[in-house]
């Protein structure tokens, strides 16, 4: 009877594993195995604690032409700053 169950555990045992590979499979199939280290290193989300009127921190901006750089804190002289977020790929 022991042995029953424990043959019965590991088939259990080994029929989730085998699910969870044909997941993952399905996974790297569908958005490509270059995108698995993006996904496993980008898409960690956390609540954040930054509110509406918060300060910016002090960031150095780089210029368009990648020459000059500015603390986004200082003031451009009249000039406008534009910040663009996202991705170009």
Do not use: C, W
């Not at 043959?7 to 996974?27: D, G, Q, R, S, Y």
């Not at 698995?36 to 918060?54: A, T």
């Amino acid at each position: 009877m022991l042995l029953h169950s424990l043959h019965l555990m590991l088939k259990t045992i080994l029929l989730v594993v085998a699910l969870i590979l044909i997941v993952v499979a399905f996974e790297v199939y569908k958005i490509g195995p270059r995108n698995i280290i993006g996904r496993l290193r980008y898409s960690r989300k956390r609540e954040g604690d930054l509110k509406v009127g918060d300060r910016a921190s002090n960031a150095l901006l780089v210029s368009l032409d990648g020459r000059s750089r500015q603390p986004l804190l200082q003031p451009t002289n009249g000039k406008l700053t534009v910040l663009v977020f996202g991705s170009f790929t």
